[in-house]
Nanobody
């Protein structure tokens, strides 16, 4: 069983930055991803990072603004979010991929006002 705890969300103005963190229990050698879910909408993919951190990819809507990274020594994955827009408002979740299974965190709210 893997436990994921997200933090770093908050309420900011458009154009601001936030950095989300996702701390994983145990030894973090999993591929990880961030997803987000806005009110009344489905949960959407945001960014993915390989277990070693060398490979990343992003949703088109966040390319050039968001950066996913990881520190395996701290068992933590980050999402640096710059130039935030109101449409980035959502609950952000991290996800761990372990063999055929996956685990979700509880989410952290990000609210961007215009």
């Amino acid at each position: 069983q893997v436990q994921l705890v997200e933090s770093g969300g908050g309420s900011v103005q458009a154009g601001a930055s936030l950095r989300l963190s996702c701390a994983a229990s145990g030894q973090n050698r999993y591929a990880m991803a961030w997803f987000r879910q806005a009110p009344g909408k489905e949960r959407d993919f945001v960014a993915h990072i390989s277990s070693g951190g060398r490979s990343t990819y992003y949703a088109d809507s966040v390319k050039g603004r968001f950066t996913i990274s990881r520190d395996n020594a701290k068992n933590t994955v980050y999402l640096q979010m710059n130039s935030l827009k109101p449409e980035d408002t959502a609950v952000y979740y991290c996800k761990a991929f372990i063999a055929a299974a996956y685990y979700w965190g509880q989410g952290t709210q990000v609210t961007v006002s215009s």
